[in-house]
């Protein structure tokens, strides 16, 4: 017949992949960072004063001269048309998750019929966008619809290559006309500075001297599926929504284990290698890549950056993957739950604060001095996670990751912290005012001499925590692999800001009451480990007993979306953001709205994708096999042969079942839901994705019935272990 799948399947044979041959002049030590505009480009190409005073403000935050601005952008543009650019466009990070630009052509006519290639240092700081259709939960009417974008002088321009025509990118921010944030990049660089101001504070009451500014890093690991693209375009759900929405398990899922960190397949292989160079060539720092649990899974993971670079080359690895699968003849799949029953992905955010000189902040060290210091920026991160697990819980809510939060293959919605053995082992001690070294030495005192050198590496892992301490840094697992890792990270800092504040606070006025400081360390690591200690879990956070004992203990489980959103509106939340000048209560607001509506729109978009495919591919199929069996057992009959009607009714059950789901599920979609956010958004949770369970559980049903030939939609089977 001319079932889409069945040729779907013969065009993923017959496909060959672009061959992929890289010379010598390629190597990734002669591309990495080719086509960045960087300091080493900039030292070049500026005067020496004003690459000194950009370096000034990308360091330490001064504001740019706009004079500076202004030889900066002349320099930019000739080399941007050296590498081939003809437009410019400044990138901006809206509220959909995605990356946005808008270009604009380096020529401007000059009046006499003819153009010059023009670029001022005004056009380089601000751009106009005429942005108005990103979602902005009420901060912009349409009649003061403009937004603003403006450059970030810490993440590099770059030129992005196409084959028809480079662009200069110059990654911005993107605010309202009353300076509102409108994207995720602002909230990221004002938490940045905050939580940098307070851990300097700490730092010099340390003894360290003539500090550089403090910043936090961010090393994201991002998993992701890959599938052939002719599987993906015959399943409008994939294409659609991100993710099946019909589908049963394989016979063979991931139960061997056989593809974790397995042989790469050598398409995939030509796929990672191609993005590996075009990353080098954007100063992206790819390192790891390997497969991940469920077969057609895999992950990459760039080395750490600070925070905001980190973000940004974030959203600039997605897009790169996504434009280079396709020339591989592949889909790549961001979404947390492409595939029921077969391991969702995550984008685990790897997070550390630090400086160049320091490094690290989470790094034990060699002396008990260091020592103190370390154990008091973990108790900040102790506390911190303690009194807003449910800001970290919101900060990754999104409808996908409901798919696999609490669903024992990444981290439950409750927000604990895992320290390892040795690191819960000091604490411990801590809190019971003996702190004896693990080999039972005796009592010892932060600061002096016998406390115990400290592992540089932590040893065990575990896996189930969403928040674990792994030897340098802390690594938040809850992320979704289609989110951006500015809002987690915006997040942390800025709850971090609030811990070393509170912590700076203590111990500055410790000291000016004339303590001895090693003294007031040990109290105020006993004092938060104490009334904090309830939120360390070293246990199995997959384990049932869990959630019952994280009740005991106090800890919030919001375990879907809208239980954690309304997070972000309580006083107590709005009123830490707004302390640390991250996010005012408006904004606030409009995070919640935007929050809410995104949850809506992506529901509903399933949900009608569901009734689709369910009444035009799935109904079709199983009503033409019944029809073959109901005339195979007439035919029977009519030869006087005893007519078995096992089959006939073994399918006619779940075709019921199907009409009358897609019957609900239309109603439910018919329903008039209110235009308020909130109810729209409880709508899509209580009656739309019930009723779309309901007809995936009869198709799937009739999936393990239906005649292959007849069946229209690529199996997991297929689309999974085709590569
Ligand atoms: P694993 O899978 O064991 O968690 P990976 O090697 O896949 O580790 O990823 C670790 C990530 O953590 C990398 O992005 C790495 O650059 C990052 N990372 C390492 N050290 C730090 C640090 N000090 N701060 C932030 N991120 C870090
Ligand atoms: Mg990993």
Redesign the pocket.
């Given at each position: 017949g001319n079932v889409v799948r069945l040729q779907a399947i013969k065009d993923v044979e017959a496909y060959v992949p672009p061959a992929i041959s890289f010379t010598d002049a390629e190597t990734p030590g002669q591309v990495f960072g080719e086509n960045v505009f960087n300091k080493v480009v900039m030292q070049k190409r500026l005067p020496k004063s004003v690459y000194k005073s950009v370096v000034a403000t990308i360091e330490n935050g001064a504001p740019l001269d706009p004079l500076v601005a202004d030889a900066v952008a002349s320099a930019m543009k000739d080399w941007a048309l050296e590498k081939g650019a003809t437009h410019y466009a400044h990138v901006f990070y809206p509220l959909t998750g995605l990356s946005a630009e808008k270009h604009d052509s380096f020529l401007e006519p000059v009046g006499d019929g003819t153009a010059l290639a023009e670029f001022a240092g005004k056009t380089l700081v601000q751009g106009e966008p005429d942005a108005s259709s990103f979602p902005n939960g009420g901060l912009r009417n349409t009649f003061e619809a403009r937004g603003y974008t403006g450059w970030d002088v810490t993440s590099p321009a770059y030129v992005l290559e196409n084959p028809n025509g480079n662009t200069l990118c110059i990654p911005t921010v993107f605010v309202s006309m009353t300076g509102e944030a409108l994207d995720h990049k602002t909230p990221l660089l004002r938490s940045q500075q905050a939580m940098g101001t307070h851990a300097e504070r700490i730092l010099k009451l340390f003894g360290h001297e003539n500090l550089n500014s403090i910043v936090s890093?961010?090393?994201?690991?991002q998993e992701y599926f890959l599938v052939d693209r002719h599987f993906f375009l015959a399943r409008p759900d994939l294409l659609n929504a991100g993710r099946t929405l019909f589908g049963t398990k394989p016979p063979k899922g991931q139960e061997f284990d056989d593809h974790y960190f397995g042989a790469i397949p050598e398409r995939v292989l030509g796929f990672m290698m191609d993005t590996e160079r075009e990353l080098f060539k954007l100063g992206i720092p790819a390192?790891?890549r390997h497969n991940e649990v469920a077969p057609g899974q895999f992950?990459i993971?760039?080395?750490?950056e600070r925070g905001n670079i980190a973000s940004d080359h974030q959203q600039l690895l997605m897009t790169t993957f996504k434009s280079i699968a396709k020339k591989h003849g592949m889909e790549i799949l961001f979404h947390e739950k492409p595939f029921q029953g077969v391991n969702g992905s995550g984008k685990?955010v790897?997070?550390?604060l630090?400086n160049n000189e320091l490094?690290?902040l989470?790094?034990p060290g060699d002396t008990p001095h260091e020592n103190a210091q370390f154990l008091v920026f973990c108790a900040a991160v102790i506390r911190a996670v303690h009194l807003y697990g449910g800001l970290l819980r919101a900060s990754v809510a999104s409808a996908s990751n409901d798919h696999r939060l609490g669903a024992n293959e990444a981290p439950p919605a409750i927000i604990s912290i895992f320290l390892g053995d040795q690191l819960a082992d000091i604490f411990d001690q801590i809190a019971k005012g003996s702190l004896t070294s693990s080999k039972g030495k005796g009592t010892m005192k932060i600061g002096v001499d016998t406390l115990p050198v400290l592992p540089t590496d932590p040893g065990d892992?575990n896996r189930t925590s969403p928040f674990a301490f792994?030897g340098?840094?802390f690594?938040f697992r809850a992320p979704g692999s289609l989110q951006t890792v500015a809002a987690p990270m915006t997040t942390i800092n800025t709850i971090m800001a609030e811990s070393l504040d509170y912590v700076a606070s203590k111990l500055e006025t410790a000291v000016a009451n004339g303590e001895d400081f090693d003294a007031a360390v040990q109290t105020l690591l006993t004092e938060i480990i104490t009334e904090h200690g309830a939120v360390v879990f070293n246990g199995d956070g997959y384990s049932d007993s869990w959630p019952i004992e994280a009740e005991k203990r106090g800890l919030k489980n919001l375990r879907t979306t809208l239980d954690a959103l309304p997070e972000l509106i309580t006083d107590e939340a709005m009123d830490l953001f707004e302390k640390y000048r991250v996010f005012n209560h408006r904004e606030m607001h409009s995070r919640y709205e935007i929050g809410l509506e995104q949850y809506a729109l992506s529901i509903g978009v399933e949900a009608r994708l569901t009734l689709e495919i369910g009444s035009t591919m799935v109904l079709p199929a199983a009503v033409r096999y019944q029809t073959e069996l109901a005339t195979n057992v007439t035919a029977l009959k009519t030869a006087g042969v005893d007519a078995d009607t096992t089959a006939l009714d073994e399918v006619s059950a779940p075709i019921a079942d199907l009409r009358s789901a897609l019957a609900t599920l239309k109603s439910a979609l018919a329903a008039d839901a209110g235009h308020e956010s909130l109810a729209e958004a409880e709508h899509a949770r209580d009656a739309l994705l019930p009723a779309m369970n309901a007809v995936r559980a009869a198709a799937d049903t009739l999936e393990t019935l239906v005649a292959d030939d007849l069946w229209p939609l690529p199996t997991y089977q297929e689309m999974l272990f085709i590569l």
């Open positions: 890093f961010c090393g994201p690991e390192k790891t992950e993971a760039p080395m750490f685990h790897n997070f550390s630090g490094g690290s989470f790094v892992r792994t340098n840094r690594e």
